[in-house]
């Protein structure tokens, strides 16, 4: 040993840093920059002085809601409505995804890429569409059925879905079921038996997973007036009733808690099922979970009263041969190309400040919201459960009614619409970062608490190269969700495409209608591109 | 200290670096009982005592430089790391006790490059950094090759020689234990069942402890 340490110094090798990582980072706050800049956050007032009184009021009927029995029986009317939409809405996106997914997976086209680019090209379309677009767009054609509703979460869903559980099919280790090709079993017996059974577990998982979506999908859609919980919340805001808006929140917050840690428990139990070795039983729990849905499926049709008809009768033939007669050729007139330029980077901006504000929130609160995995203090798990609270609640209010909130204190423009969407995304964000942080490799950090290094430093050596990974994934995954969004807080009012296409709408200019889709869906697939090439430089 | 899995061995080596509280009896670890002591003083005992499994308490995600770096943050001011992510400091003592290790070259991979071999080394060359004046070793040579096992505990065992150091290790592996160890105790059960001097074992002596059925 001693030998070796009266060799002279090593050489020191170059320290090289990742210069696409740099590009990336450099690139990120330069677009974060220029999306404040246009917000006008350097540039004149943004806040609202007066909105201070009304804000205070809302706020103030926090701890008094509504308990009048005859509004409790309005908002459990409006409950059963808003679940009834969502259930029919998730159903009708599963059996889509499962007939999509044959036609999108790599295993129906093998060796024919052109095909199957083209089927997943096909799927941009009702992909890059908010479910409140299908529904402004459908009630159009189908008048005000229940049909809207479902179709709205149901097309869109439908797409994704299928995209996912083809991509589950195509993930499944081939060895099984080549082997049964080979050994002269047909190509749906050797699917059936070679790829379905490893795959069933994601499948079904994914599928509960719509399911909770599509409650707030449900939700967002009774904003636009297809009626539920949504409604019912947008009609005790415009009548100023905060102590009724207090109620529907929490409301929604029940929901959307009972959907998660349902949707949660199913999930992990089809992880880990429990089922007896010895004889042919099936695991209860989601048999009876299974059950569950089918009844309610059941029940959701008989509610709503709905009727296949309604999709078959003449007015809706005539009603749709006109609106994709007057919507083709799409209008490339010079001022409406202009304006669906600059909205569009009203659309880009406020999804950008919406990002940068929800990332930067969820790493601050990461640490706080995740459960940690040693003994603690009462006092810590006080905050922590606080923290999660305080997540639920941001995530369980949609988006625009954020932005109604934030209007009482700051100026209309696209600032509130961003901060909307950054305060709703913070919730989910919060969340999926105090996960990544629960699932991280405790040994490390455990082995720098245990040479005496304190808090501060255990958290930057030992957490955060772990958790910058998954938390910068899930924000960009989450900036492809907050562009469609923004369309979404957009129709209501907060600028952007999405109020170009409800003026379109509403005048019925169906050629600009089409201009402003397409400028849509090509707006998301530039997202998606940048999105998915970020990752791969994090990577 | 040798003995059969589950008798206690990295619970003891746990006892003494903390992880582990006592539910009986006290703990005296260089003198002082840690179980006494709170935030800072047990901060600047736990810089004094040092940890090496195997290469598990690494960070993947981070450079070589830095899981080296790791072992001085009992001792450095959370300023001064978090700088350090940014512009590595005091690189020049990283590559010496990288060299010692034979990984100068590779100072600003990332470590989740390296083999598992190299890793394990990375491990040494942190508590190489740090100067520990107690080195605990649970099982550091398991994931080795016996060529690298003896290599290891080898620096482990030269870094232990220099000033005033000890070091306890749990091992696998009788041979090792003679080699490189001045003294043997032997657990069962969590009892001793052994305690003598490595010269006056040999390996068929240690064998019983492999062997039994547990």
Redesign the interface.
């Known amino acids: 040993?001693t030998a070796?340490?009266d060799?002279p110094?090593?050489?020191?090798?170059?320290?090289?840093r990742v210069r696409a990582r740099w590009a990336w980072g450099l690139g990120t706050v330069v677009v974060v920059g220029w999306s404040l800049a246009g917000a006008g956050l350097f540039s004149g007032d943004v806040l609202n002085p007066a909105g201070r009184v009304q804000f205070g009021r809302f706020a103030g009927a926090a701890l008094s809601p509504a308990l009048d029995p005859a509004f409790l029986q309005v908002l459990a009317a409006s409950v059963l409505v808003t679940v009834a939409y969502a259930v029919l809405g998730a159903t009708l996106a599963v059996l889509l995804g499962a007939l999509g997914a044959v036609l999108v997976a790599r295993t129906t086209w093998g060796r024919r890429r052109l095909g199957w680019t083209l089927a997943r090209g096909l799927l941009a379309v009702p992909r890059g569409l908010h479910e409140a677009v299908w529904g402004l767009l459908l009630v159009n054609v189908l008048g005000l059925d229940p049909w809207v509703g479902v179709l709205a979460i149901g097309l869109p869903y439908g797409a994704v879905t299928a995209k996912v559980f083809a991509d589950l099919l195509d993930e499944v280790p081939r060895a099984s079921h080549d082997a049964l090709l080979a050994a002269g079993a047909g190509r749906v017996p050797a699917v059936l038996y070679g790829l379905l059974p490893p795959a069933s577990g994601g499948l079904l998982s994914y599928s509960f997973y719509r399911l909770e979506c599509a409650v707030r999908s449900a939700v967002v859609l009774g904003l636009i007036g297809a009626g539920g919980l949504g409604y019912q919340l947008s009609l005790s805001f415009s009548s100023l009733r905060w102590e009724q808006v207090w109620s529907c929140v929490y409301a929604l917050a029940a929901l959307c808690l009972l959907a998660d840690v349902g949707g949660r428990a199913v999930r992990r139990r089809l992880a880990a099922p429990h089922t007896p070795g010895d004889r042919l039983a099936r695991d209860r729990v989601l048999t009876a979970a299974v059950l569950t849905t089918l009844a309610l499926v059941a029940w959701s049709w008989w509610y709503l009263a709905i009727t296949p008809a309604t999709l078959l009768t003449d007015r809706t033939r005539q009603q749709l041969t006109y609106v994709l007669g007057a919507a083709w050729p799409p209008d490339t007139d010079g001022d409406l190309v202009r304006s669906i330029g600059s909205r569009a980077v009203d659309t880009v901006q406020m999804s950008v400040i919406a990002i940068a504000v929800a990332t930067a929130g969820a790493v601050l609160l990461a640490g706080a919201a995740a459960r940690p995995a040693g003994r603690t203090g009462p006092g810590r798990r006080l905050t922590g459960a606080l923290v999660r609270i305080g997540l639920l609640l941001l995530r369980a209010v949609p988006p625009p009614v954020w932005a109604l909130v934030l209007l009482f204190v700051l100026l209309p423009g696209v600032l509130p619409g961003a901060l909307a969407l950054g305060v709703y995304t913070l919730g989910v964000l919060g969340r999926l970062a105090a996960e990544a942080t629960e699932e991280l490799?405790p040994?490390?950090r455990?082995?720098?608490?245990?040479?005496?290094?304190?808090p501060?430093?255990?958290w930057?050596?030992?957490v955060l190269?772990?958790a910058?990974?998954p938390v910068l994934a899930f924000a960009l995954y989450r900036w492809e969700v907050a562009v469609r969004d923004s369309v979404l807080v957009g129709l209501l009012g907060a600028g952007g495409l999405g109020a170009l296409l409800a003026s379109r709408v509403g005048a019925f200019d169906w050629a600009a209608v089409t201009s402003v889709l397409v400028a849509m869906v090509l707006l998301t697939l530039a997202v998606d591109l940048v999105g998915a090439r970020a990752r791969a430089a994090l990577r | 200290m040798v003995g059969p899995s589950g008798a206690g061995k990295s619970t003891l080596l746990g006892l003494v670096n903390g992880a582990v509280a006592p539910t009986a009896g006290a703990v005296q670890v260089l003198g002082v009982d840690p179980a006494a002591l709170r935030g800072r003083a047990l901060r600047r005992l736990r810089a004094r005592v040092g940890t090496v499994h195997q290469h598990l308490e690494l960070v993947g995600q981070l450079r070589v430089v830095h899981n080296v770096n790791a072992g001085r943050l009992g001792s450095w001011p959370a300023g001064r790391a978090a700088w350090s992510l940014l512009r590595p400091q005091g690189v020049p003592e990283v590559l010496e006790a990288l060299d010692r290790v034979g990984l100068a070259e590779r100072v600003f991979d990332r470590t989740d490059r390296l083999s598992g071999g190299q890793r394990q080394r990375v491990a040494v060359a942190r508590l190489l950094v740090q100067q520990p004046e107690l080195v605990l070793a649970d099982e550091p040579a398991s994931a080795l090759d016996p060529a690298l096992a003896d290599r290891v505990l080898g620096q482990l065992a030269g870094l232990v020689a220099t000033g005033d150091r000890a070091m306890v290790a749990s091992l696998h592996d009788p041979a090792l234990a003679l080699r490189h160890c001045t003294r043997v105790v032997g657990l069962v059960a969590g009892r001793v069942v052994l305690d003598a001097p490595a010269a006056e074992l040999t390996v068929a002596d240690l064998a019983t402890f492999y062997g039994a059925p547990r």
């Open positions: 040993m070796v340490l060799a110094a090593p050489a020191r090798p170059p320290l090289r490799d040994r490390p455990a082995a720098l608490a245990a040479l005496g290094a304190g501060a430093a255990g930057l050596y030992g190269p772990g910058t990974g």
